[in-house]
């Protein structure tokens, strides 16, 4: 095939056209997302009428709108968002019957607290349970009247650490951290509020926590991610009475995905009936997500589903007959494609493609890989190699993902394709630490930041050069929050490894990263960033961890870097990349640095992606050599 033509960074890095879709319980409206004013919002249709008919119910021009809810109440929709990425999240209610008037603060909260999470009633219809720091170190249930705004104090919660989990009938259980890396779970009695444990589960490989934690559909237990003494995380029903453990999904040699967990913009890990709450099908890591299928009936519209693309089922929604769906599939050149089937005529159309512009053919395939660590250690990761180009000797990217307890996944991205596409290979290694390859890959991480976890990265790089796929000269490293900690060690431990690097929101001080972080989230991290790196406040620890951070060997940089940061991140605040910038331009280094005021841990606003791509375009041109716009 021809190289393909050279697709602009607007046609990338816009937000899609639409996205987002899911039909309303009573089957008969369709939601999706779609750009209005410059800012992706919420828009509502008949399930049967033409696209040209939908309605832009919210009107938010200043930051877009990702995550919204179906109300049991067809009138209300419900959606949250923040402040230029503060993400202090608040919760609106819009009135469908009433699309052109304001939205509705149901959750006005004093600064720097937040909605965690939004919880069905079914006990109480018209009610939600919204969980919140109103307290800023503790987080309340409130029961909120969707339709007048009257909020109730639901459940106080007695601990900073812990936190309650609902039933879809109002059924309460509670969740502790009874010493560090040990999660206690607990029902709680309806009267007193007395607390009666039944599960305890922990250890190291369990850094953000057991995920899932969800309670049953019968509301008499919970389902729990949970090894087992093994090395996959499996699905398991724990019973509130007895505590016996039951094994409700697992697949060998795979792990539970927990991306759901980390934020809503991700596939979730358990598809669950809007009708009964049973579980539908849960998602594994695979060389592509796996869905193992756990109901009988959506097996037969699982068979259905699988038909109408290639691709991985990404996301799913039905009416309360589960007779009409909303269908949602990952693909690496095709994302995003979202049908409409109906269950008792097995007719389907589809409703649309997020990025029509984009011609798959000129798109490159995401190829799962797997080599070891120096050490031995199994590694997995996803090559990207450019369409049209003999693959050897070409300039690399490593793209290093966030978290650290995250992993990448097959599927499209618009900064891998952007990266494909002028030419450079990207490698995406699921280094050590990285969730989904099992509790000893996650382990492995413990004490290592800047240690064997770069060295994974270095020998992922070197694979890539001794497959001839990657010229040795020519290697950039690029990622964003623990991403771009890593592109910053890249230029610091390993100073002559690489050609470039760009550091996406990234730490330059884990001391200073720590003690920055928002306090009510302290008391939840002592199993991941304590555990794993260290306490700022024991001396020892802050001498190792200062070895383990950039800014102490900041004069060893002379990489060429490109820095980019969020003026709002209230994650890895602006201070840290203040920080890195200065002392390079306190040298006489020269460092480009780009700050969007607008913007949180991670660029949302099209503007602003733009703009930082553009940078990556000519800076990755210059010093490796790709093609650029």
């Known amino acids: 095939m021809a190289v393909p033509r050279v697709i602009d960074v607007e046609e990338l890095f816009a937000d899609p ?74 919760l609106y209610r819009v009135d469908l019957d009433a699309p052109d008037e304001p939205a509705v603060d149901l959750t006005p909260l004093p600064p720097g607290s937040r909605v965690m999470d939004v919880s069905p009633l079914s006990s109480l219809p018209g009610t939600v349970v919204v969980s919140m720091n109103q307290r800023h170190m503790f987080v309340d249930a409130f029961r909120v009247d969707i339709a007048t705004g009257e ?8 601990e900073s650490a812990g936190h309650f989990l609902f039933g879809r009938a109002g059924e309460v259980f509670y969740s502790r951290i009874a010493e560090v890396g040990v999660w206690e779970f607990s029902t709680v009695d309806e009267e007193t509020g007395e607390l009666r444990p039944f599960h305890r589960a922990g250890g190291p490989e369990y850094p953000m926590g057991i995920y899932p934690a969800h309670v049953t559909a019968d509301g008499k237990g919970l389902l729990v991610g949970a090894y087992q003494g093994t090395d996959d995380l499996r699905l398991v029903r724990v019973d509130a009475g007895t505590g016996a453990e039951t094994v409700v999904a697992a697949m060998d040699g795979h792990s539970l995905c927990t991306m759901g967990y980390v934020s809503r913009t991700y596939p979730p890990t358990l598809f669950t009936s809007r009708r009964t709450g049973e579980v539908l099908a849960a998602r594994f890591v695979g060389e592509r997500p796996e869905l193992l299928v756990l109901d009988p009936h959506f097996a037969d519209v699982y068979a259905e589903l699988s038909k109408l693309s290639d691709g991985v089922l990404a996301a799913v929604s039905s009416d ?33 493609r997020p990025y029509p512009r984009l011609d798959p053919a000129e798109l490159a395939p995401m190829t799962s890989v797997a080599f070891p660590a120096r050490d031995g250690l199994p590694l997995h990761a996803f090559l990207t190699l450019p369409v049209g180009v003999e693959p050897a000797g070409l300039p690399l990217i490593l793209k290093v993902h966030g978290g650290p307890w995250c992993h990448d996944s097959w599927g499209f991205d618009p900064q891998i394709q952007f990266l494909a596409n002028r030419g450079y290979a990207v490698l995406q290694v699921n280094f050590r630490g990285s969730s989904g390859y099992g509790a000893k890959h996650i382990s492995a991480a413990i004490k290592e930041f800047a240690g064997a976890m770069h060295d994974d990265l270095i020998d992922a790089a070197n694979w890539a050069v001794e497959q001839r796929y990657a010229d040795p000269e020519r290697i950039g490293i690029y990622g ?48 991941s960033w304590y555990r794993y790196v260290g306490d700022p406040e024991d001396p020892a620890d802050e001498a190792d961890m200062l070895t383990r951070s950039p800014i102490t060997m900041v004069d060893r940089i002379r990489t060429p870097l490109l820095v980019v940061q969020g003026a709002n991140d209230s994650r890895v605040v602006k201070e840290e990349a203040d920080n890195i910038v200065g002392a390079l331009r306190a040298q006489g280094v020269t460092v480009e640095y780009i700050v969007a005021d607008d913007e949180g841990h991670g660029f949302q606003n099209p503007e602003n992606l733009i703009t930082m791509f553009h940078a990556m375009d000519r800076f990755f041109a210059e010093h490796l050599g790709g093609r650029s716009s």
């Open 17 to 90: 056209e639409f996205s987002g879709a899911s039909i309303s319980p009573d089957g008969k409206r369709l939601a999706h997302l779609a750009p209005w004013s410059g800012r992706t919002n919420v828009w509502v249709r008949g399930i049967d009428e033409e696209h040209e008919a939908a309605v832009c119910v919210t009107h938010d021009a200043r930051r877009g709108i990702k995550t919204y809810y179906w109300t049991d109440d067809s009138r209300w929709l419900l959606y949250l968002q923040d402040t230029d990425g503060n993400e202090d999240w608040h």
């Open 151 to 158: 909020t109730t104090l639901h459940r106080e919660n007695p």
């Open 320 to 352: 309360e007959s589960e007779q009409r769906w909303v269908a949602t599939f990952a693909h690496d050149r095709e994302p995003g494609l979202t049908y409409y089937y109906d269950h008792g005529t097995r007719e389907s159309r589809l409703l649309f």
């Open 480 to 527: 964003g929050s623990y991403g771009g900690y890593s592109a910053l060690v890249g230029v610091t431990v390993t100073p002559d490894f690489f050609a470039a690097a760009v550091d996406y929101v990234g730490i330059s001080s884990l001391p200073n990263f720590m003690r920055t972080l928002p306090e009510f989230l302290k008391p939840l991290i002592g199993n």
